[in-house]
Every structure is written in structure tokens, then in C-alpha cells.
């Protein structure tokens, strides 16, 4: 090996066949046994030890989109009214027109089917496949009691329809479990709640929190929340910044003022 060489190359102690990185991976180390004719016992072993990295490789991908995706769902804003309860809900079809754009851009996808009900005269079982393009998925399930009924115990609904809206309420249930989505009454930002604020605006709110609690200003972040209809900075819509910075800027005058007055 020449000086130049020395220089600027690793030496490899890997074999031939496989390319010179730090980490193999485990398809790799495969190849290489194939190559160097490894009995069936140990090339079963290394087929085992690829199937568990990629599966790891995949889950971690998923949890991963799950997060993301999570964090940039849109609110569900309540559409329809249940006549007999007397409360608003979200349609099937509205909860899937305002999410299904964003858990497919972040490689997910929704597949439903009915399953063996534990007690098939009383309840349906809708099964959930939740897939990520990386190859992981994640199964759930919901038993649901059968529609039809009327307050007073009388069948409204044929067995056909019954059977359609308990199916219909399964995937909505399920669909606003998996990604954990938020359902409200109304439009927080006039977009969905689309459009959260950037880290620098939740840094500078945050900040300007903080100094409120450093003037003494009491419950100020519970105040605060429960004003926004959020939980966290970070659910604060972009759309309400300004005001929320007009807001915080107000409190601090009026705490300054009313703090050098005691003074």
C-alpha cells in the first residue's frame, strides 16, 4: 500500500465481498456467507437475524410517522347532531375529509374488516389494519353493540342498516383512536386548526409566561389555556399568535404597574 494510500483509506477487515462500512448490515453479512459457502444451520441463523432488523428498522419507521403524523393532524370540527341524545358528533365522512390527507402524506393507510364477534347476536367486531409504508403495521379492534334499537327497546332499522351504522360508527370510533385525534365543537382557527404556531413563536410566548409567573401574576397559564381552548403552547393556532402576544403583553403592563404601586 502506498503512503498516499495510507493516508487517505481505512483498511478494511471485512471480507472481500461485502463494501468497506463500519456497520454491516445484516443482508450484507448474508451475502458474504453465500459467497463464502456457510452451512444451512449458521445461514438460517443470519436469515433470522436479517428478518429481526428490518422488522426493528420498520418499527421504528412507523413510530416514528406515527408522531409526526400526530402532531400535525388537523382538529375535527363536530358536524352532525344525534337526535335522540341531543349532542353533536363528527361524521364518518367529515373525520376522514379532514385527516386522511394528512396520515397519507406521512405513509399510512387505513384498512377495516369485520371480525368473530364474541357474542355475534349482540355486537359486531370491526377490525383496524393500520399500515406505514416502511412495511410495519399495527392491528386494532372494537366490539360495537348493534344498532337498531329504539329508546324503547323497538327495532328502527332493518338488519341490513343496523348492521351498516354499527360498521360506520366502528371506523369512525377506531380511526379517531389510532392517531388520537381531537374533536371539537368548532373551528379553533378557522382552518381546521391546520396551522400551529412555529417553535420560535412557542419559545416566545412560553417566555413571556414564564415572566408573567416572575411578576406574580397567579394561575396565569391555567387562565390563559382555558381562554385558547388548549392544553400547551404548541396547540396554539398560528392564527392567534398576535393576539395571544397582545394578551400576554397586556398582563405584563398591568402586573408592572400594579407591582411599583405596592412598591
Not at 7 to 36: G, H, K, V, W, Y
Not at 59 to 80: G, I, M, S, Y
Not at 130 to 145: E, F, K, T, W
Request: charged content about 25%.
Amino acid at each position: 500500500m502506498t503512503k498516499k494510500q495510507t493516508d487517505n483509506q481505512e483498511p478494511t477487515t471485512l471480507p472481500a465481498e461485502l463494501p468497506a462500512e463500519r456497520e454491516p448490515t445484516p443482508m450484507a453479512l448474508l451475502q458474504s456467507a453465500i459467497n463464502q459457502g456457510m452451512d444451512v444451520e449458521k445461514m438460517s441463523r443470519l436469515m433470522d437475524l436479517q428478518d429481526r432488523w428490518m422488522a426493528s428498522r420498520s418499527l421504528e419507521a412507523f413510530t416514528v410517522a406515527l408522531n409526526a403524523c400526530q402532531r400535525d393532524l388537523p382538529v375535527v370540527v363536530k358536524d352532525a347532531q344525534n337526535t335522540h341524545t341531543r349532542t353533536r358528533y363528527a361524521r364518518l365522512e367529515n373525520v376522514v375529509h379532514t385527516i386522511k390527507p394528512t396520515y397519507t402524506k406521512h405513509g399510512f393507510s387505513l384498512s377495516f374488516a369485520e371480525g368473530d364477534s364474541p357474542r355475534p347476536e349482540h355486537s359486531m367486531r370491526i377490525i383496524a389494519d393500520l399500515h406505514h409504508v416502511g412495511g410495519h403495521s399495527r392491528q386494532y379492534h372494537l366490539d360495537v353493540p348493534l344498532d337498531g334499537m329504539g329508546a324503547k327497546g323497538n327495532s328502527n332499522m332493518t338488519a341490513t342498516q343496523g348492521k351498516g351504522s354499527t360498521f360506520a360508527y366502528g371506523k369512525r370510533y377506531l380511526t379517531c383512536s389510532i392517531f388520537n385525534v381531537v374533536v371539537a365543537d368548532e373551528d379553533l382557527d378557522g382552518n381546521n386548526g391546520n396551522t400551529p404556531i412555529s417553535d420560535e413563536q412557542e419559545v416566545k410566548l412560553s417566555e413571556l409566561l414564564d415572566y408573567c409567573e416572575e411578576l406574580g401574576v397567579k394561575a396565569i397559564r391555567a387562565k390563559f389555556f382555558a381562554w385558547l381552548k388548549v392544553e400547551t403552547v404548541a396547540q396554539i393556532p398560528a392564527s392567534r399568535f398576535d393576539e395571544a402576544v397582545k394578551s400576554l403583553n397586556t398582563t405584563i403592563a398591568q402586573r408592572k404597574a400594579k407591582n411599583e404601586e405596592a412598591a
